[in-house]
Nanobody, 118 residues
Framework: QAQLVESGGGLVQPGGSLKLSCAAS????????MSWYRQAPGKERELVAT????????NYPDSVKGRFTISRDNAKKMVYLEMNSLNPEDTAVYYC???????????WGQGTLVTVSS
């Protein structure tokens, strides 16, 4: 069964760092573009990072550019989101998404909560 499982969320102080992980199973990971999204309470889900299948290209919105880094390990079927200089506005449930551009097939993880607070 194809699935994505996020981990690494938790409580962190403003200015701190956190690294999220997403483990993929049950599908050909290397064929999928991987992304991280987040959804804060009362807000729409927003894209925070994307990485191409081979990991050669990454994209970030201005809100996290320079602070967040997405990476992937195709051999381990893992994607990561390293987050630095966190602020309370980064508080959200973070989701991992896999997308096969050829077919439009996509998968979502269940999310992991990140809380930035003193």
């Amino acid at each position: 069964q194809a699935q994505l499982v996020e981990s690494g969320g938790g409580l962190v102080q403003p200015g701190g760092s956190l690294k999220l992980s997403c483990a993929a199973s049950g599908f050909t990971f290397g064929n999928y573009v991987m992304s991280w999204y987040r959804q804060a309470p009362g807000k729409e889900r927003e894209l925070v990072a994307t990485i191409t299948t081979a990991g050669g290209i990454t994209n970030y919105p201005d809100s996290v550019k320079g602070r967040f880094t997405i990476s992937r390990d195709n051999a381990k079927k893992m994607v990561y989101l390293e987050m630095n200089s966190l602020n309370p506005e980064d508080t959200a449930v973070y989701y991992c998404k896999a997308l096969r551009q050829l077919t439009g097939h996509e998968l979502w993880g269940q999310g992991t909560l990140v809380t930035v607070s003193s």
